[in-house]
């Protein structure tokens, strides 16, 4: 391994540090006003105008990704889990104090998706990942007790290819006492070694407790 010290970091994947009181009020701010539902889109030609800065949530479907989302928005059923297998696969788009797209892809991985499903939404997540001008970042949503999993390295791969920067957020963390979250750690962070896409710092959240939810709003309000 080389010795610079963007390397450094990027080796290591140390948590996301505590955002200072100028990110945290500029995260508490931009989801203080309404953040709400614009539209689902099944195709390109339907995604609103690429004309702010946009954030999307991917993960396996039960990770927690509506709640952490229901979370960060402050609101208690604003993204809801749409996990049936077969029912139509849509890209939520979410407005945040008009400033902001929240995306919320549809959750993957279900075992029974019938295979028609499954390439409809990997041909429509290709086109939405290589062609959103906006797209600043995907948040992979992992669950703590399970980590990194085969079905979720599909899209981190995919995420490489696109050139779209992730970063990696653990779900549930209250599930889970130190040591097993160090070593629920451990292996991600073996995982994302091997993604050049991948952002250093990994956020611990809980929509539970709402750990982690001010440092994700404050990470989402400091993009450019
Ligand atoms: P989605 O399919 O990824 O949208 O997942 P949901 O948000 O619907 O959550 C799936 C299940 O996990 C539900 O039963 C949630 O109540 C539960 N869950 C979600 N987040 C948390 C969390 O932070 N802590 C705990 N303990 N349970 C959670």
Known sequence: MTAGSGDKVQLTFPLAPEPDAIAREAGRMLFAGEVAFLKGVVAMAG????????????????????????AVAGRRALARASNTPGRTQEIN???????????????????????????????????????????????????????????????????????????????????????????????VRGALRKHPAAYPDIVMTSAQTGAGVEVLRAIIAGLE
Request: charged share 30%; proline share 3%.
């Open 47 to 70: 995604m609103p105008s690429a004309d702010r800065i946009e954030v999307c949530f991917a993960g396996r479907s039960n990770v927690g990704k509506s709640s952490l989302i229901n």
């Open 93 to 187: 788009f979410f407005t945040a104090a008009d400033r902001h797209y929240l995306v919320d892809l549809p959750g993957y991985g279900f075992a029974e998706a019938p295979l028609p499903v499954v390439e409809r939404w990997q041909k429509l997540l290709k086109a939405y990942l290589a062609g959103r001008q906006t797209l600043r970042r995907t948040f992979v949503l992992i669950d703590a007790r399970h980590g990194v999993k085969e079905v979720d390295e599909e899209i981190l791969t995919l995420l490489d290819k696109s050139a779209v920067t992730f970063q990696a957020v653990l779900t549930k963390t209250d599930k889970l006492r130190e040591a097993a979250l160090d070593r629920t750690l451990d292996q």
